[in-house]
């Protein structure tokens, strides 16, 4: 059970906020749209091309002027989840992977109990597993299921992966991952950006990854390549590696809002429940 | 450069097993870490920024490397000498004063030891030793063995006879331009470092003894004490004959002068005298010399006899044996064979040629002349000493033609001639003293005892102590030395025998063949005056450099460099 009822029940009241207009099909998301919508929303003065059909007689006939009749449009969005699922998304206590499939089946839950298709793919190296983007509650439990038999392994190509992961239709996409990837991970945040999604990045961290394990004479493994390094871990050493984990993680941030990209950090000793309820909340991400 | 302890070296060793140990120790710990992004560009930027980097762990293995040099060096105490000297000559004093006891067990010993702990303390340096004694001996050319130097020195025993320090350390340093000397006597002695055993010394001492002959096979036996102490002494004097007592007597002495008494005694080869002050210097109480019965040489006369010559053999060498028929094989034993009118090869031996030309001499008879003069003499051969023949007339000789040897007067041949070759000493007279008036002269005895003593050389003598002799051989080749330190085998050299230094005073008679010769050996007269008027300096050492408190100030360094290095990692561990 990836989400405690409890959880879930908190979820529901949860919406997913986009930040820009859906151009998908109309759907259950009410979007402030002329027409094509049931419920009203408010008067407009006419303006050449509008549809006649909105025009409102009632009001024409008590003030001689044309006004059109406005209505909430309901938008189809699809969400897609993208969960970094290789190797060394192990690591953390919880496991990286297990956080970011939590925190994918929360967003999914919100998105579903919202009316939105959703959609999950998890990334290994450059193979991507996905799961179709689906809309109705019934589909949580699909989505649960796809996240739970996630495992990590594989090594981490984000760009090949975004190549691979081609949606249908545009939307909104939350990328889970530890961005540790060799070739960097600008490609591949700027792939997603150019499939015309809204991209969500959530960059979660372990322990491990903010501060050097243990200190000596070490043989450092990379767990996806199996690559090795020999370094002696003094405190000169854990000060230059600190100062470039900060500039790693700044650069990330400063890349996210250079390209408009929505960017929460998180570590695995952060609760889910925490980093959704509280913190998404204050970021605006759910409402 | 050298090491006080050269087996500290042998810590060197460690080094290849620090360096095993180092490539031996635990490898590297691996770590499985989620990616090495960061870590690269940490290591990156840390190389660029600190290019040694990469190098501070073989630094922390070189450190332990000089560590262990820097200790091993330390304990083998390695020293530089400061006085530039890179050879040191040690000089010994072994004078008669430095058996003085009045520094325990006695100065010569207390300079002994002295100068073994300056040995212990040299290494790397040649050090050569000059024993101090009434000449200059070599006893260690320079040499780099310090067991070499302490044997020498071990060996060495302080003499009954003077010491000249300023001649030993002249030799000292000609041994060695650069030498530093060291001298250990009990006076100061410029141009050297000198230490100095023992002070102001009283001492009662026989400073004479002198014999002469009395009628009725007598003598008159007179002994001189002199008193270096500051009060009167009535000092027992024991006047013996042969090691037999003879006399007892007793002097007066005021400080600081000396007095002599007299006895009369049996008539003996030498005579002795003895005190018994229990001073300081025990040696100076005794005192040989020689008596009036003395050996002479003994004279073989072989030819037709002539009564001018051997009435002057008589005088000085008593009635000489005869030999009628030639017969060299025993002139050999003799310490003069006078040859007159005989024709024959000479076997090594002591000759006196008289109008006789031997073949196997570089020298041939011209034929006769009449009426010769001696024009012309030498002035500084022994033979002539205190002799004038100029104008000494010669009615008829038998001129030569020498080859070698020595002309010593001529007129218009030749009228003496000297020669000396390995094992015979020759002095020709190419006339009979019966056809000249030399025998007429009052030189004539003089020059016999010259010829005498030049070929045989004096059968008795009287020397200080500490002096050295060598006498003809003639035909002998071994002879039998006895001293107050036993009897000692000698063989002849060059002709000649030469004997060991007397160092010990006493008697001393060699025994060569029939014949026998007698020194009267006696300390060196004024030596018991003797006070060394400056005071005791402490011994010196050599000025070195130990360098072995640098190497333990370096090897400590290392250790904290060694420790901050290291804690540097483990400061890395804790944060």
């Known amino acids: 059970m990836l989400l405690e009822p409890a959880f879930l029940e908190k979820l529901e009241r949860l919406r997913l906020v986009a930040r820009r207009k859906t151009r998908g099909p109309a759907g259950e998301r009410r979007s402030r749209t002329l027409g094509r919508g049931l419920e009203f929303s408010d008067h407009r003065a006419y303006q050449v091309g509008d549809d006649w059909r909105y025009v409102d007689w009632n009001i024409y006939a008590r003030l001689d002027r044309l006004f059109v009749k406005l209505f909430e449009e309901e938008e189809d969005r699809d969400v897609h989840l993208l969960v970094d699922a290789s190797a060394s998304m192990r690591f953390g206590q919880p496991a990286k992977l297990d956080y970011a499939k939590r925190l994918a089946a ?37 989505l649960f299921r796809f996240l739970e038999a996630e495992q990590a392994h594989g090594p981490t190509e984000l760009e090949e992966a975004a190549k691979r992961f081609a949606p249908r239709r545009r939307g909104l996409v939350v990328a889970v991952s530890d961005l540790l990837d060799p070739r960097g991970f600008q490609a591949f945040l700027l792939r997603l950006r150019h499939e015309g999604l809204e991209v969500f990045v959530v960059h979660l961290l372990a322990e491990e990854d903010l501060a050097p394990p243990v200190t000596g004479e070490l043989r450092l493994v990379d767990v996806e390549t ?41 570590t695995t000793a952060l609760p889910v429940e925490d980093l959704v309820l509280r913190y998404l909340k204050q970021a605006g991400w759910v409402t | 450069m050298s090491f006080l302890s050269p ?24 770590v499985v870490v989620p990616s090495l992004v960061l870590w690269r560009r940490s290591l990156r930027e840390q190389v660029r920024q600190r290019p040694l980097r990469r190098f501070e762990r073989n630094v922390l293995l070189l450190v332990q490397v000089f560590a262990v040099a820097a200790a091993a060096l330390s304990l083998a105490r390695p020293q530089r000498s400061t006085a530039g000297a890179v050879d040191v000559v040690v000089v010994l004093d072994v004078g008669l004063r430095m058996q003085a006891t009045d520094v325990r067990p006695s100065r ?31 006893i260690q050319p320079l040499t780099t063995s310090r067991s070499d130097a302490v044997a020498a020195v071990r060996a060495l025993r302080p003499t009954d006879g003077p010491s000249d320090l300023e001649a030993a350390v002249a030799v000292a340093k000609s041994m060695s331009p650069s030498a530093a000397v060291y001298v250990f006597s009990d006076r ?91 001073d300081a210097l025990p040696v100076t109480d005794r005192f040989v010399a020689l008596g009036t019965r003395l050996p002479r040489p003994r004279v073989l006369w072989v030819g037709p006899p002539d009564p001018f010559l051997e009435a002057g053999l008589r005088a000085v060498a008593g009635e000489p044996d005869r030999q009628e028929t030639p017969d060299p094989r025993v002139w050999g034993r003799f310490d003069v064979v006078v ?25 041939r008879a011209l034929g006769t002349v009449r009426e010769d003069v001696v024009r012309f003499q030498s002035r500084t051969h022994p033979l002539l000493r205190f002799v004038d023949l100029t104008g000494s007339r010669v009615t008829r000789a038998w001129p030569v033609q020498p080859h070698a040897g020595e002309v010593l007067a001529e007129g218009e041949a030749p009228l003496l001639w000297a020669y000396e070759a390995e094992g015979l000493r020759a002095v020709l007279l190419p006339f009979s003293p019966s056809d000249s008036e030399l025998a007429l002269r009052p030189e004539f ?30 035909g002998l080749q071994e002879a039998v030395l006895h001293g107050p330190d036993g009897s000692r085998h000698l063989r002849a050299a060059a002709g000649r025998f030469v004997l060991p230094a007397f160092d010990r005073a006493g008697v001393y008679v060699l025994e060569a063949g029939p014949a026998r010769r007698v020194w009267a050996v006696h300390p060196p007269v004024g030596s018991a005056t003797v006070a060394s008027s400056a005071p005791a300096v402490p011994p010196q050492r050599v000025p070195v450099e130990d360098w072995g408190r640098w190497l ?12 901050w290095l290291f804690s540097g990692q483990a400061r890395g561990g804790r944060t």
């Not at chain 2, 087996?7 to 691996?30: E, N, Q």
């Not at chain 2, 027992?236 to 002097?251: F, M």
């Not at chain 2, 040859?339 to 090869?345: I, N």
């Not at chain 2, 005895?445 to 003639?474: K, Y």
């Open chain 2, 7 to 30: 087996s500290g070296l042998w810590w060197l060793t460690a080094i290849p097993l620090v360096v095993l140990l180092y490539w031996l120790r635990p490898r590297r710990v691996s």
């Open chain 2, 339 to 363: 040859v007159h009118r005989v024709r024959a090869a000479l076997p090594p031996g002591n000759y006196v040629l008289v109008a006789s030309v031997p073949t196997n001499l570089p020298v």
């Open chain 2, 552 to 563: 333990v100030g370096m090897f400590v360094a290392l250790l904290v460099a060694e420790w």
């Open chain 2, 445 to 474: 005895p003089i020059l016999l005892a010259n010829v005498v003593d030049w070929l045989a050389g004096p059968t008795s003598s009287q020397v200080e102590a500490g002096s050295t002799v060598s006498v003809p051989a003639g």
């Open chain 2, 188 to 278: 100061p002695v410029s141009g050297a470092h000198s230490s100095v055993f023992g002070g102001s010394l009283e001492d009662v001492a026989i400073t004479g003894v002198v014999a002469s002959p009395l009628p009725g096979d007598r003598m008159r036996v007179t002994v001189t004490v002199r008193n270096g102490t500051p009060v009167v002494r009535w000092v027992p004097v024991t006047v013996l004959v042969e090691d037999q007592p003879a006399a007892r007597l007793a002097a007066r002495v005021q400080p600081g002068q000396q007095t002599s008494v007299a006895a009369t005694v049996p008539a003996g080869l030498w005579a002795e005298a003895r005190i018994v002050p229990h």
């Open chain 1, 226 to 266: 199996g690559e090795s390094l020999e370094v002696t871990v003094d405190s000169r050493m854990v000060a230059e590696f600190v100062a470039q984990r900060d500039a790693f993680l700044e650069s990330v941030r400063a890349f996210c809002a250079r390209h408009g990209m929505a960017y929460v950090r998180a």
């Open chain 2, 108 to 138: 010569f010993e207390a300079a002994r030891e002295a100068a073994l702990k300056l040995l212990d303390g040299l290494r790397g340096v040649r050090v050569g030793m000059v024993a101090a004694a009434r000449s200059p001996r070599v």
């Open chain 1, 106 to 142: 929360a967003l999914g839950y919100v998105a579903l109990a919202n009316g939105d298709r959703v959609g999950a793919a998890a990334l290994h190296g450059s193979a991507v597993r996905a799961l179709p983007p689906r809309r109705g509650r019934a589909h949580a439990h699909h």
